[in-house]
């Protein structure tokens, strides 16, 4: 057990709904981060926050927005789903260094999304 | 040109063979190089982790780092069909709010 937890696990919608997944980082851990892992692209970085901020931002759709709240935990909103939003969703936690980070990330267990 | 490459294999090894694990990368920029574990439908575990160049060992398990040639091996010696799964190579650079990058990953079967 990484002490990240996800919720839900699993997701079922249809093309154009909003969702929205939720992370809660290891107890002491500042920095919260999302991926999204699929068969053809791999584990993609999407955003990070660090204590309620947004650090980084990789490759993530406008129609995607992510938030840290002030009791760390994070939340990924996803909007006008398509099919190839089907993916599993990662949030991931670490201790934020003054000066970046090591890249030493604890992971969730997931939240599958399938949109129909 | 991705900035990590690592071959999606699937490889498959017989019980108790030593496996090796690579990944390039073509940023210099990168000091801390990570190899991550991922069972079929789990979160990556993080299961070794090296800065700048070197080894590290950790049991069956050996981390190399070679930055001159840009290049990361992870040996597991004495494989057991429990090392099934996929290895994740990743790295990031001591940069404020500098992303992980992570490899594809690669398949790993061991047969009893």
């Known amino acids: 057990d990484s002490g990240v937890t996800q919720t839900p696990k699993h997701l079922i919608t249809a093309t154009g709904q909003r969702v929205t997944l939720r992370c809660s980082p290891r107890?002491?851990?500042?920095?919260v981060y999302w991926y999204q892992q699929s068969l053809d692209q791999g584990l993609q970085f999407l955003i990070q926050?660090?204590?309620?901020?947004?650090?980084a931002k990789g490759n993530i759709l406008e129609r995607f927005s992510a938030q840290q709240f002030p009791d760390l935990h994070s939340e990924l909103n996803l909007s006008s789903l398509e099919l190839g939003d089907s993916a599993l969703y990662f949030c991931?936690?670490?201790?934020?260094?003054?000066?970046?980070?090591?890249?030493?990330?604890?992971f969730g267990e997931g939240s599958r999304l399938t949109v129909l | 040109q991705k900035e990590v490459e690592q071959d999606p294999g699937p490889l498959s090894v017989p019980e108790g063979a030593i496996v090796s694990l690579n990944c390039t990368y073509s940023?210099?920029?990168?000091?801390?190089f990570m190899w991550y574990r991922q069972y079929s439908r789990k979160g990556p575990e993080l299961l070794m982790y090296?800065?700048?160049?070197g080894n590290k060992e950790d049991g069956r398990f050996t981390a190399q780092v070679d930055k001159s040639s840009k290049y990361i091996s992870l040996f597991i010696r004495d494989s057991q069909p429990s090392d099934s799964a996929t290895y994740l190579c990743?790295?990031?650079?001591?940069?404020?709010?500098?992303?992980?990058?992570f490899g594809a990953g690669t398949r790993l079967f061991v047969k009893a």
């Open positions: 940023n210099s920029a990168f000091q801390y």
């Open positions: 090296t800065y700048s160049s």
């Open positions: 991931a936690s670490s201790v934020q260094r003054d000066r970046g980070n090591t890249g030493e990330l604890f």
């Open positions: 926050y660090y204590n309620g901020e947004e650090r």
């Open positions: 990743a790295m990031s650079a001591n940069t404020g709010g500098f992303k992980t990058i």
């Open positions: 107890s002491g851990d500042l920095s």
